[in-house]
């Protein structure tokens, strides 16, 4: 499909040129956003699952992967390794207690166990509790390259932003995502057919928590801080944000949403409290008349408008 | 005398410190069960309707000079006209979708609602006096219970036991408890039930903004008074059964003093042991402690 | 090498003080750019926030008046919400896109570390007013940051040691869940206990706390004869008020181990008469004290807290050090800064050693009943000047690795 390579090759070349317009630790923390978001995208849009949960994998992936790189040394690739392992973990325990349950209920408990997780987060010495985890060293790419060097660092975390946006892509687009939408779009059909709508289910979470905990570790690299910002409830709600304003479901759509919401926060901060206020009234918007978001209603204007892509 | 190494007095004051609080979560999360009951939204605005009726009652105090007895009054009206114009204006639009959207649009007014409160005040609270008639404490032997604290309790009480009466006892309630399990009979039968879901929502936000003027005395008015509060009361909800009226208030009570007895023996974990109990709940009894399943 | 970068949000206004002067070679830019970093709507604005903004304006307008520098002084400022990463965040940014060669304030001791650890990076100079923990001039110290005005040391030495000595000997804490309230709780312990005092105990609240119900019950339990509140801002107003409410004063003792004068005001002397606390400049102690808050008060309608004051007081001695020296190089102005004695009214024979620590005398104060206060803000008696060499901590004992043994 045209459209879709054309949205790759943009993505690829705003990606490549970016740092040298913009701030490169702004683009990076979009990088991050938009993996998240995506990882998101996979459970919300692709196989109706709302979770309120989310800021766990990111923050404690972020936790892990500071930690190992700051206390035990390991090179930076390690570090984000072992941060998204941690993620993965969390993704399985999390989907194991939550899948039994669904709509309102599957929120709550995803909600449940990450306020959990912000308690472990608030206890634990190694977290630092309040201070964060401060002074994450970036070090050196496989004992070679050094990230301290911000072009060097840009392009790292760009490396991982799209090998995980491919994966993200690849799955949506095979047959185990077909399924996936065949269970956001009718549960009982699916299970009808013979499908093991649980396995599934858990499996896409584990998915999405992996790769959320991927944007989580290399996020503290970037910033060189793991915060309690990361793990709170907050955190959850923005991510809904960002990929319901960007388009649910849709391909590109949490990227924009990233974009636009991280976008926002930054240059916004100036107007100082007005930033929540819009904030909320994007939600609101969104919810009311903008359900399909930036890329979903940008999707159906082009397809009305006849213009083949 | 001690119990497990704790002092009676230590625990009887946890206790009613506990029973405080557990005040607060029942009547919070009896609106967000009558609410979440007749409309299937989770309200994420409950909250900042909350910390709404205690600032409402500071503005009312500090700019009016209109007193706590009245702003008692008055401010869950203001608050539960605002929470119906909300109905009508948006929250009627997403009956016919998803739950969830409902749950998101009051996350983004719920967002509003601090914004514009964080903006004109900043974080820091406002002091709010206890009045007069309530001021001073009663000398219990094991500690001191400000006069003004076992008044919480005592109304809170009322006002929750009032409700479930209500509710469960009379005819105006039985139509609330028809137009949950049925609303188009309902409707049939010339009851007209978007008027009632309307003035349901209207009434929940009012205990919200009621609990929020109790509040003002005892917590500084701040604009996240309610964000740290609405998380815990989530909790309450899921754990008393959502819907179930009788259920959240005794959840609410009892969490409370679950709380004030964790703060004796590991004061750390008092802030997620109602997670960890609704994480067990949520897999025991899926539909809650008092609820049905739907 | 220069990147051309789009400018990113500031968050505050930026103030342009001083016309421009043909520049001076060695000042990175052309100008002299801080960064005020501080909280400026949360539980320590009234202590820090728009009156340390106001007190650096002051600083540098002073300093422009006074010795006619040949380069451009600039301030921005922000609010950190009390936030590590958000001051982490907002101070690479300034240093990387908008030119900020000093950061200032810091209150909480979080965004003080997190940010000293950018700007030593950077190369940047960090001068802290507002925080107190005394990791940053032991084990967390480095050497482009001045830790100006008071830290969790010098705080007991005055109002634990005064307490003890009145027949406080038993104590229980209730401290801020952070690093500033465990440091403030330990550096107190210490003090007690060498003092002959005992500490029954404590009980941690979260930061920043609303309700202190629970926790002074604990205490109330402890039967302890003094509490000491570890924490400061609106945790100690809300903790004074509901000891008060909870009837566990006056029969135990409460010990503000860190209160500010905004405090005292916030509270009235009813609430706080007799307390002992520790401070690092009173506005009414001398002639150029009250002078120089009176201005001060101009401005703000409030008298200065010592945050305020240490802030005018680094920024000044800053600026004079970067004229010294002819450059605004970080090290290079550290060093003039500590060679040059500090002395100005906030602190006479006042010396910033090589852990960062800047020493000078503090006070300890004892708030006056409200029958002895005969005009606004007349709140304290100075009971005791305490030299700076007993205040701080000796080089000899500091964990700090710049300190050679």
Known sequence: MKGKTIGWVVLIVLGLVAPFIIYPVLVMKILCFALFACAFNLLLGYTGLLSFGHAAFLGWAGYVCGYVVKEIGLTPELGVLAGTAMAAALGFLFGSLAIRRSGIYFAMITLALAQLMYFLALQFPFTGGEDGLQGVPRGRLFGIVDLGEPLNMYYFVLAIFLGGFWLIHRTIHSPFGQVLKAIRENEPRAVSLGYDVDRYKLLAFVLSATLSGLAGATKTLVFQLASLTDVHWHMSGEIVLMTLLGGMGTVFGPVVGATVVVGLQNYGAQLGQWVGVLTGVIFVICVLAFRRGIVGELAVLIKRSGIRI | ?294 | MKRRALASAVAAAVIVAGPAFAQSAKISDGVVKFGVLTDMSGTYSDLAGPGTVAATQMAIDDFIAKEKPDFKIEMISADHQNKADISANKAREWIDTQKVDALVDLVTTSTALAVMKVANEKNRVTLVSGAGSTPITNEQCNDTTAHWTYDTYSLPVGTAKAVVAQGGKTWYFITADYAFGHSLEKNTSDVVKKSGGKVLGSVRHPFPGSDFSSFLLSAQASGAQVIGLANAGNDTINSIKQAKEFGITPKQTLAGLLMFISDVHSLGLDATQGMYLTTGFYWDYNDETRAWSKRFFDKMKRMPTMVQAGNYSSVYHYLKAVKAAGTDEAKAVMTKMREMPVNDFFAKNGKLRIDGRMVHDMYLAQVKKPSESKYPWDYYHIRQVIPADQAFIPLSESTCPLVKK
């Not at chain 2, 209500?166 to 408890?177: A, F, H, N, P, V």
């Not at chain 2, 005794?250 to 007895?261: A, K, N, R, S």
């Not at chain 2, 067990?280 to 609820?291: D, E, H, I, K």
Request: proline content about 4%; overall charge neutral.
């Open chain 2, 1 to 294: 005398m001690d119990i497990l190494g704790v002092p009676i007095q230590a625990l009887m004051g946890q206790l009613l410190i506990g029973l405080i609080n557990g005040s607060f979560y029942a009547i919070l999360s009896l609106g967000l069960a009558i609410i979440f009951g007749l409309l299937n939204i989770i309200n994420f605005a409950h909250g900042a309707l909350y910390m709404a009726g205690a600032f409402f009652a500071w503005i009312a105090m500090d700019a009016l000079g209109i007193d706590y007895w009245v702003a008692l009054v008055a401010v869950p009206i203001v608050v539960g006209a605002i929470g119906m114009l909300i109905e009508r204006t948006m929250l009627k639009h997403l009956y016919r979708l998803d739950h969830l959207y409902g749950l998101l649009l009051t996350f983004g007014l719920a967002l509003i609602i601090e914004g514009l409160f964080r903006y004109r005040f900043g974080i820091s609270g406002q002091s709010y006096p206890v009045p007069e008639l309530l001021s001073g404490g009663f000398n219990l032997g094991f500690m001191f219970l400000p006069k003004y604290r076992a008044w919480v309790i005592a109304v809170s009480l009322v006002v929750c036991f009032g409700s479930w009466y209500i509710i469960e006892r009379t005819k105006l309630g039985s139509y609330l408890r028809a137009g949950t399990e049925n609303p188009q009979l309902l409707q049939a039968f010339g009851i007209n039930v978007p008027l009632m879901i309307t003035l349901t929502y209207g009434f929940g936000v009012a205990l919200a903004a009621f609990a929020g003027v109790l509040a003002a005395p005892l917590f500084q008015v701040n604009p996240v008074m309610g964000s740290n509060l609405i998380i815990v009361v989530f909790a309450v909800v899921v754990i008393g059964g959502m819907g179930s009226i009788m259920g959240s208030i005794i959840t609410g009570l009892g969490l409370g003093l679950v709380e004030g007895l964790t703060r004796v023996f590991y004061p750390e974990a008092s802030a997620v042991v109602i997670f960890v109990i609704m994480g067990v709940v949520l897999l025991l009894r899926p539909a809650g402690l008092f609820g049905r399943e739907r």
